[in-house]
C-alpha cells in the first residue's frame, strides 16, 4: 500500500474530478496528482446521463493523472450520487441469550441491515447505527449485559440502476476496474465535519452544481440525508433568461452574482463584447428567487428530520456553488442559525493547499479516506494468486460493497447490476415528481 496509490473519480455534474493520493500508516492522505475535466451535458443531477462521454472524459482525466503522477492507473473508486439517494430506517432486535452483548451479536445485527432489501429502492450501504440495550442507548455495546438489543441503522437507499450507467460508461471507454463505490455526501461530511459538530447537531449542505444534499447529525450520528435536485447550474440557467448565454451567465454568476443584494452600483458595464450592460439589481434578485426555493427546500428536510431547533453547531456548508458570494450571511439570516463554510480538514491532509481551499474538490478528497485498496497497475504481476492478493476489501463505512468477497465480485458485474435492477428500475422513485431523475431542461 505505502509504495502504491490509491485513485478516486468524482462525477460532478458541472466537471468530472479525479485525485490520486498515498496513505501513510497514521492514515494521513498525501496528494500526488489531481485533475478536473469539463462535464459537458454528461452528467445531470449526479447521474450519468451520456455514456460515451462519461467514458471519453474518464479515460482523459486518468491519461491526465497518470502523465502528472509517471506512473499507470488499474482501478478506481467512483463517487455514488443522484437526487434518489437518501436514508432510511431500519430497526432490528435480539434477545441476549447468554446476557451479555458479544462482537457475533453486533455482527448478526449489521448483516440483517446489509441484507435487508426495501420496496422500490436498492440498499446501498448501512451508514449509522445506533445501539439500545433494554431500551437505554449504549454507544459501545460490546461487553455490555443486558436481555436484549435494538440497533437503529441509517440505511442509504436509491434507485435500483444508480450504479448500471457508471459501470457501462467506464466500461466503454477505459481498462479500469471500479474496486468500489463510495456514497459523496457522506464522503464530504466525513472530511469537513469535526465530532464535536456531530455530536451538538448540524445540518451538513453541499452545494453542487446539478443537485444539494443535504445531511442531518445529531448525538454524533447520521440522522437524515437527502438530495435536492436544484444547485449551481439552475442559477445559470435563470440569469440565461435574462438574454445570455449559459457561459456569459456562468461567468456573471461567478463575477457579480451575489446572495444578498448591495444596494449601490445598480447598473454594471459589460465585460462582454457587443452584450448588454447588466442590471446588477435584477441580477441578483434572479439569484434571489431560487435560493429561496432551495432554502424553503432545506428548511423543510430539517423540519422532517424531526431536529428543528436542536442542531447546536449550526449549519456548515462546503460544495463548488458555495463559492457564490455571501451565501454565509444569506443562509445565517433565511435559516436564523450560525453557518460556516468547510473545506477538507488539513489532519487528513498533510499538502496540496490549493485542493483543500477549493470547496469543488471537499467530496473527491472525502472519498480518499475511504478507499483503501492500491489502484497501481503493476505490469510484472500477472499471476492470478497475486492478483487475488491484492485486492483487500474496501473498510470504507460508506463505499457500497459488502464484505463478503463474493458479493464483492457480484457488485463489479454490470450484468448483476442489470439483475438486481430488475423491474425495480421502471418504477417511479418512492418521491414521485419532485425526486424524478427526468431532467426538466
Not at 444547485?231 to 456562468?250: C, H, M, P, Q, V
Not at 428530520?305 to 456553488?321: C, R
Request: glycine share 8%; net charge negative; hydrophobic share 35%.
Amino acid at each position: 500500500m505505502h509504495s502504491g496509490f490509491i485513485a478516486v473519480i468524482d462525477l460532478g455534474t458541472s466537471r468530472i474530478k479525479g485525485v490520486v493520493g498515498r496513505k501513510n500508516e497514521h492514515n494521513v492522505i498525501s496528494i500526488l496528482a489531481s485533475g478536473s475535466i469539463d462535464a459537458g451535458n454528461s452528467v445531470r443531477r449526479g447521474m450519468v446521463y451520456n455514456i460515451e462521454q462519461v467514458g471519453a472524459n474518464v479515460h482523459k482525466l486518468v491519461m491526465m493523472l497518470e502523465n502528472s503522477l509517471g506512473r499507470k492507473i488499474a482501478k478506481v473508486y467512483v463517487s455514488l450520487a443522484g437526487q434518489s439517494l437518501h436514508t432510511l430506517e431500519f430497526h432490528e432486535m435480539k434477545q441476549l441469550s447468554t446476557g451479555m452483548v458479544t462482537e457475533e451479536v453486533v455482527s448478526q445485527l449489521r448483516k440483517a441491515a446489509e441484507k435487508f432489501q426495501p420496496e422500490m429502492v436498492r440498499n446501498y450501504r448501512v451508514a449509522d447505527v445506533e445501539y439500545y440495550i433494554d431500551d437505554k442507548p449504549e454507544r459501545s455495546p460490546v461487553g455490555v449485559t443486558g436481555s436484549q438489543i435494538e440497533a437503529g441503522y441509517e440505511l442509504i437507499v436509491g434507485r435500483p440502476n444508480l450504479l448500471s450507467n457508471i459501470e457501462k460508461s467506464i466500461a466503454a471507454k477505459t481498462d479500469l476496474e471500479i474496486v468500489d463505490f463510495i456514497v459523496g455526501p457522506t464522503a464530504s461530511a466525513e472530511i469537513s465535519l469535526s465530532e464535536e459538530e456531530k455530536e451538538l447537531g448540524c445540518v451538513f449542505v453541499d452545494f453542487g452544481s446539478g443537485t444539494t444534499s443535504l445531511s442531518v447529525y445529531k448525538g454524533g450520528i447520521l440522522r437524515r440525508m437527502v438530495v435536492i435536485p436544484f444547485g449551481g447550474k439552475n442559477l445559470t440557467k435563470d440569469i440565461s433568461a435574462l438574454n445570455f448565454t449559459e457561459n456569459d451567465a456562468e461567468q456573471l454568476k461567478i463575477k457579480f452574482g451575489r446572495a444578498m443584494e448591495n444596494q449601490d452600483a445598480p447598473l454594471f458595464t459589460s465585460p462582454f463584447a457587443s452584450k448588454p450592460d447588466i442590471d446588477l439589481t435584477e441580477l441578483n434578485k434572479v439569484i434571489g428567487m431560487r435560493l429561496d426555493e432551495i432554502t424553503a427546500n432545506i428548511r423543510e428536510q430539517i423540519i422532517l428530520s424531526g431536529y428543528e431547533g436542536q442542531l447546536g453547531a449550526g449549519m456548515i456548508i462546503t460544495g463548488g456553488a458555495s463559492q457564490l458570494k455571501n451565501l454565509d450571511l444569506y443562509l445565517t439570516q433565511k435559516m436564523k442559525m450560525p453557518v460556516r463554510k468547510a473545506l477538507a480538514k488539513k489532519t487528513f491532509i498533510n499538502n496540496a493547499p490549493e485542493l483543500i481551499s477549493d470547496p469543488s474538490f471537499t467530496q473527491a478528497l472525502g472519498m480518499l479516506i475511504f478507499a483503501e485498496e492500491d489502484c497501481e497497475l503493476v505490469l510484472a504481476d500477472t499471476s492470478e494468486e497475486q492478483d487475488e492478493d491484492r485486492r483487500s476489501p474496501s473498510s470504507g463505512w460508506f463505499s457500497t460493497k459488502k464484505k463478503k468477497p463474493k458479493n464483492d465480485k457480484k457488485e463489479k458485474k454490470p450484468k448483476a447490476e442489470k439483475q438486481e435492477g430488475g423491474i425495480f428500475s421502471k418504477i417511479e422513485d418512492v418521491f414521485g415528481e419532485f425526486f424524478s431523475e427526468e431532467d426538466d431542461e
